[in-house]
């Protein structure tokens, strides 16, 4: 009886091994994504002084650009997210 439980788990690990190993690991884009002018793109940026909480900023590549920011090549490491106006909503 141990045998026949041993090797029905040995099958399901066998038969899932494959499954597995085709997965493959979601890959970040290197550059920020096209967006209109007037998205905000949001970036990781250091917490305030004293702080270990993660700050997320949100900017248009404008205003990052003022900073000497360059979105795309901060993406990749710092990118979040990127934010589009909706139509008739906030404004």
Known sequence: MAFKQ???A???IAGGSPVMASQQEPVAPSAAPEAP???RYCLR???ATGSRMETIRCETRA???AMD???DAEWAKWGVRVV???PGYGA
């Open 63 to 65: 205003d990052w650009a």
């Open 84 to 86: 589009t106006a909706t």
């Open 10 to 12: 040995f099958m399901l």
């Open 69 to 71: 920011v360059d979105v």
């Open 6 to 8: 041993s090797l029905f």
């Open 37 to 39: 002018p007037t998205a």
């Open 45 to 47: 940026v250091d917490p």
